[in-house]
Structure formats: structure tokens, C-alpha cells
């Protein structure tokens, strides 16, 4: 299974990364569902040019893309990016925390198939 994280631009000026990447590599919280290996393929922010982030993931056989929890918390645009993504992967709408979201609704989509 080949993952990638999207993180929220403005909290990566003041996040290491620690709570997506503690969650990813010891299968807690989002991740503790994965079963036989996962590779980590992208982590970076959703900002920019998205189109080409989603052709580059396509190539690099990415399967979902996790939202990181700050996405969900305070991205305006969560729910347009998840159905977005959700064209070509299937999307976790959290990283790591509960998984109930304290504004949001925690969006879980299959890649839409047509």
C-alpha cells in the first residue's frame, strides 16, 4: 500500500511533522488499520500546484492520501479537496488524534470509480 500525506501549508511554517509521521510509522491512529506493508511516497503540503501533486502521486502508484488532522481542523477547503483527491485515490480525512474531528467531520472516501 502506497500512502501519501497532505499537510496544511500554514501549520508546516511552525510543524515538524512529528504527529503524521509518529501516527504513519508506528500504525497508530489513522494508520492502525493497515495491514502487510505501507510505504510512505509523499509528504507535503496541499498548497501549490495540486494538479501537478495528484499527476506525480497517479505516477508514483500512490493508493490513499491521508489529510493531516490539521487539514481537517482548519482548511476551508477539506471537503473540495477530499472529493477532488478522491478521483484518483482513495482519502483519509485524518492523520493522527481522534478520530472524530472537533469542528469537522472526519471525511473517509473511496477513489470514485467510473
Known amino acids: 500500500m502506497k500512502v501519501a500525506i497532505l499537510v496544511r501549508e500554514e501549520t508546516m511554517k511552525r510543524c515538524t511533522g512529528k504527529g503524521c509521521l509518529n501516527a504513519f510509522f508506528q500504525r497508530k491512529d489513522a494508520f492502525a488499520g493497515y495491514e502487510g506493508d505501507i510505504e510512505l ?39 473540495e479537496l477530499a472529493k477532488r483527491l478522491s ?19 472526519t471525511i473517509i472516501m473511496k477513489r470514485v470509480t467510473k
Not at 51 to 66: A, F, L, P, R, S
Not at 88 to 100: A, L, Q, R
Open 41 to 79: 511516497i509523499t509528504f507535503s503540503h496541499a498548497d501549490g500546484d495540486i494538479d501537478h501533486k495528484i499527476e506525480t502521486m497517479i505516477k508514483n502508484g500512490v493508493d490513499v492520501v491521508h489529510l493531516s488532522t490539521c487539514m481537517r481542523g482548519k482548511a476551508t477547503n477539506y471537503e
Open 87 to 105: 478521483e484518483h485515490f482513495d482519502v483519509v480525512g485524518y492523520t493522527h488524534g481522534s478520530k472524530e474531528g472537533k469542528g469537522q467531520e
